[in-house]
């Protein structure tokens, strides 16, 4: 197949092309196709239904309350009670928030930095925070 550089199509008067020849701007047309299609389909996968949708288009199908529960049965220094800080996170036996261990972290930079900011805390208390945070994060999204 032979490809036609002119940009413009051929005149009423000029050579008639063969068969086989193809002007480029339908090549480019095709692959422009082509790309649209992949890029849809991968939007598709993402859980994108359009490039042009607002927000996130992910559907998230657990509640939060839910999310907490599964992460805390596998965090065992952490603990969820409505009546201790509004049922918010907390490391077990304190009012230690886990939102508050983390900005420790954040502002410390490292896990034993946060041991300074909460000196009753172990080790092993702050990784889990930090675990449970993951988990929480990392909830199930189903598309």
Do not use: N
């Not at 886990?98 to 502002?107: F, N, S």
């Amino acid at each position: 197949m032979r490809m036609c550089q002119s940009r413009f199509l051929h005149g009423k008067y000029r050579i008639q092309p063969d068969a086989a020849h193809v002007h480029a701007a339908e090549v480019e047309q095709r692959h422009l196709r082509r790309w649209r299609v992949y890029a849809r389909l991968k939007r598709r996968l993402a859980g994108r239904s359009s490039p042009s949708s607002k927000g996130d288009a992910r559907s998230y199908t657990i509640p939060l309350v839910e999310v907490f529960r599964i992460a805390s049965k596998q965090c065992s220094f952490i603990s969820i009670d409505p009546e201790v800080m509004a049922g918010a996170p907390c490391i077990s036996g304190t009012r230690i928030p886990v939102y508050g261990v983390l900005d420790a972290v954040d502002y410390h930079g490292s896990l034993e930095g946060a041991l300074k900011s909460y000196p009753r805390l172990k080790i092993e208390q702050v990784k889990d925070a930090v675990l449970f945070a993951k988990l929480v994060v990392e909830c199930p999204v189903e598309d």
